[in-house]
């Protein structure tokens, strides 16, 4: 069961915080999804394949510690 | 949670965050100055006469409306003139900045400036020190703006505009790299309190009960107040430091001529210097400062602020780094090898040099570097987890309603205080795995930091002016450069061998 917020209370959060900081617009309304140029999409590949490079290196050192 | 049914919404016109926020009623809002720069622009339509959301409902959170209390000390603050107001603006504004460089103290680190005292005394390293903590404040000012900016955090900005695997990779790799180091903050915590006979079950369950006992406040503002309280005890470096009745004029040499490095550029020092660069700035710290600014509150206003507490923060972290390796500077020039040393044993080699007195010191701050950095750190997981996620994620949310993020901060650090009590657990391999891990996680958190805050959709006018990201990206290179490499001599040592040095 929800409580009625206090007209102060309403009128101290819709003063006070930016309407970007109340939660349920934080909620219900996100970021977009940017459009990665061509250099950017370059980008993220390379940094998948470091990714796998990466993973690639804890589990060895991993499996070196555990040897 | 709280409704207002009857209350008109400052309704959302567009998906785009450009325009993601709609005007609201301008007598409604906070008086703002022509020149203030926003990070997102505000449509111009008056949301209370949009038919498309008349009638759409708000609702309201504890978590607003705790936020709402603190930003109206804030505002009235601000609008009062003197130099008291402004002494309590800088009071109530500062705090994410701080905690985060002096949370980077953390149990490991100051070992590490302890060790590096000890081998190398008062030389090359103490500017080379500064320098680091300079380059960590180029980084974490551009988490300030971000959040500031944004009101978002760190893993949701990722996600929401690079996609979900972005954002989970981002998440889980913090999580993982964030459990390993609060292994080591629990290690350094019970050797701290090793030093006065605590056992280490006792060690470890008190600090994970002062951990516990900081959340139950359920209010951003007073848990800040709590932390930053503890964070201070990092400089209790500082009269160890100086019972050991150090040369000044030989610190002040160093800081200007970068001399002496004994034994000059070897292998061994390179790595060193490598390590320390590459350690400079940590995943987790990206991650909890811009989280924390947006828990807080900050606004595009507050942006000044926030430079000045990050500043500040490295500051006082550069003191307190600085004055451990000054402690350890007499075991260097008594020619004592410190190589293995552990928090209790530093102390032990220290007391015939700063007295029993100076030694409780040095492991008290020990324990209390562990301690801080243990709390900000699974904080920063249990922010992620809750951004990426979509739970509820606020220090200001009672347990009830923030289920999810109590509890993925209270598990974690939990699960690192059982893994360092279990008998015969390599504790030391663990230490080598978290830098491994710290150092290749930093890459693509560098990147994604660095392309967010020249986002211009979501940055607005507060993009980096172009002499900020040469800088920045200058200081981007050095770290995943000096990371790399200190990643490649771990698993490979010859690789950097057959590169030079002595």
Not at chain 1, 13 to 40: G, S, W, Y
Not at chain 1, 44 to 59: E, H, N, P, S, T
Request: proline share 5%.
């Amino acid at each position: 069961m929800s409580a009625e917020v206090s007209r102060e209370e309403l009128t101290s959060v819709m003063t006070a915080l930016e309407p970007d900081q109340i939660v349920f617009t934080k909620e219900h309304h996100h970021c977009p999804r940017r459009r990665l140029t061509r250099n950017e999409m370059l980008l993220f590949w390379a940094l998948r394949i470091y990714l796998v490079f990466m993973v690639g290196v804890v589990v060895y050192q991993i499996w070196t510690g555990v040897r | 949670m709280y409704t207002c049914a009857n209350y008109p919404t400052s309704g959302i016109v567009s998906r785009s965050l450009s325009h993601c926020v709609d005007g609201m009623n301008d007598s409604m809002k906070e008086p703002k100055t022509a020149s203030e720069p926003r990070g997102v622009a505000l449509a111009q339509s008056n949301v209370l006469n949009d038919p498309r959301t008349s009638g759409d409902n708000v609702v309201i959170t504890h978590e607003d409306i705790d936020r709402a209390h603190d930003r109206e000390r804030v505002s009235e603050t601000r609008a009062r003139r003197g130099f008291r107001p402004r002494l309590r603006l800088f009071w109530l504004l500062i705090g994410p900045g701080i905690l985060v460089m002096l949370g980077e103290n953390d149990g490991p680190s100051m070992l590490s400036y302890a060790a590096t005292g000890a081998r190398f005394g008062i030389g090359f390293f103490v500017p080379f020190i500064v320098l680091t903590f300079a380059m960590a404040c180029v980084v974490q000012e551009m988490t300030v703006r971000l959040g500031a900016a944004t009101h978002r955090g760190h893993a949701e900005l990722i996600f929401d505009r690079f996609g979900p695997f972005w954002g989970w990779f981002s998440m889980i790799d913090l999580m993982v790299g964030n459990f390993l180091t609060l292994v080591t903050e629990f290690i350094a915590i019970r050797a701290g309190l090793g030093f006065f006979g605590v056992r280490p079950a006792v060690a470890v369950l008190s600090a994970l009960l002062v951990l516990s006992v900081a959340l139950m406040t359920h209010r951003y503002w007073t848990w800040e107040r709590i932390i930053l309280g503890a964070a201070m005890f990092n400089l209790v470096f500082v009269p160890v430091a100086l019972l050991t009745h150090p040369h000044w004029g030989t610190v002040g040499r160093a800081l200007v001529t970068w001399r002496p490095l004994p034994g000059g550029l070897t292998q061994e020092t390179v790595l060193v210097l490598l390590a320390d660069i590459g350690a400079t700035v940590t995943p987790w710290m990206l991650f909890f400062q811009q989280s924390a600014i947006a828990d807080k509150g900050l606004t595009t206003r507050d942006i000044r602020f926030g430079r000045v507490d990050t500043v500040l923060g490295a500051a006082l972290a550069t003191v307190a780094a600085l004055a451990t390796m000054i402690a350890t500077a007499p075991l260097f020039m008594h020619h004592m090898s410190a190589a293995n040393f552990e928090a209790a044993e530093f102390a032990q080699a220290l007391q015939p040099f700063i007295g029993h007195w100076g030694a409780a010191l040095f492991a008290l701050g020990i324990f209390e570097a562990g301690m801080v950095a243990a709390i900000t750190i699974s904080t920063s997981s249990a922010y992620a987890f809750g951004e990426v996620a979509r739970r509820p994620h606020s220090l200001n949310l009672p347990f009830k309603q923030g289920r999810a993020f109590y509890l993925v901060l209270l598990l974690e650090a939990a699960a690192a205080a059982g893994l360092v009590l279990i008998p015969g657990i390599p504790l030391v391999y663990i230490v080598l795995l978290v830098n491994v891990i710290a150092v290749l996680a930093m890459p693509p958190a560098l990147l994604f930091l660095y392309m967010l805050v020249n986002d211009r959709e979501i940055m607005g006018k507060l993009v980096s002016p172009l002499w900020a990201n040469v800088l920045a990206l200058g200081v981007v290179i050095v770290l995943i450069g000096a990371g790399l490499l200190f990643g490649i001599s771990v698993i490979a040592p010859h690789a950097l061998a057959l590169v030079g040095g002595k």
